[in-house]
């Protein structure tokens, strides 16, 4: 059993950054970060492998986001930059199947954190 705990979450002004990070217990497999704002659909952020090798980015957060992982501490980050009022959610990570590439679909996560909110004031 993978438990997920996020933290990081803040209330913050446009423009500002923040980094998020999600402890994982049990093996490194591969991490997503989804959100999900009021009245909207989970949306997937970012994913990225097992070994940290290959990541996924939403067009939304291209060259703003950045995915990492520390496999010794099974801790997988989410820095944000640039932030905007349309980044405004609650984010959970997740954990897939063990696979070689990036999950890209909810479906493929079996594991799931409680979430952390972001809000974004303008």
């Known amino acids: 059993q993978v438990q997920l705990v996020e933290s990081g979450g803040d209330l913050v002004q446009a423009g500002d950054s923040l980094r998020l990070s999600c402890a994982a217990s049990g093996r490194s497999l591969p991490m997503g970060w989804f959100r999900q704002a009021p009245g909207k659909e989970r949306e997937l952020v970012s994913a990225?492998?097992?070994?940290?090798?290959?990541?996924y980015y939403a067009d939304s957060v291209k060259g703003r986001f950045t995915i990492s992982r520390d496999n010794a501490k099974n801790t997988v980050y989410l820095q944000m930059n640039s932030l905007k009022p349309e980044d405004t959610a609650v984010y959970y990570c997740a954990a897939a199947r063990l696979r070689s590439g990036v999950a890209v679909s909810v479906t493929e996560y079996d594991y799931w954190g409680q979430g952390t909110q972001v809000t974004v004031a303008s």
């Open positions: 990225i492998t097992w070994s940290g090798g290959n990541t």
